[in-house]
């Protein structure tokens, strides 16, 4: 996918390009490549992204590390406000306060929107935090020790004391 030249938007159709995507994304390790659209309207002051995708991913089990094929689908959209880059960015201090509202993704009105890495970006946001193979998961295998009352020594004066609170207890 190419960066699309963002005062080029002003001149197509509806200030809008669609994109057809079936290809591989670099960063994104797929068993398939990545299928879906994006589009791009320029409204102004602002660009308007709507994409759906979708492909096959292969993960690694939190519980089991067994590898297990995962559908990874998107169906998003956002919006990438246009404004002109700060000038003298250079002498600004190394540490400031940000307010919520410069919390948003900017580009500049005369610079390029690459969808390649919003798509990757998007895909990788919507990656499970938790990765399950499955409901039926057994989990890490466990070994069975001989010996299940063998104390560490380490933990020795723990378990004197515990010994010594059940006493009490009694």
């Not at 005062?7 to 057809?20: F, S, V, Y």
């Not at 998961?137 to 009352?149: F, I, R, W, Y």
């Not at 104390?151 to 010594?164: F, G, I, P, T």
Request: aromatic residues 6%.
């Amino acid at each position: 996918m190419e960066p699309i030249y963002i005062p080029h938007l002003l001149k197509a159709p509806n200030r809008t390009a669609d994109i057809i995507v079936d290809d591989s994304i670099s960063g994104l390790d797929t068993l398939v490549p990545v299928k879906g659209s994006i589009s791009v309207r320029h409204g102004g002051n602002f660009l308007e992204i709507i994409s759906t995708a979708e492909t096959i991913i292969t993960l690694v089990c939190d519980r089991c590390l067994q590898h297990y094929n995962y559908r990874l689908e998107i169906d998003t959209s956002e919006l990438i406000w246009l404004e002109s880059e700060l000038e003298n960015a250079e002498d600004l201090p190394s540490e400031r306060e940000v307010s919520l509202d410069d919390l948003s993704e900017t580009l500049p009105p005369n610079g390029h929107y690459n969808p390649e890495i919003w798509l990757f970006e998007q895909l990788s946001l919507a990656l499970p935090l938790r990765k399950i193979c499955g409901a039926d998961c057994p989990g890490a295998s466990v070994k069975a020790t001989s010996d299940e009352h063998h104390v560490d020594h380490r933990w020795s004066s723990l378990a004197a004391l515990k010994e010594q609170l059940n006493s009490n207890q009694d």
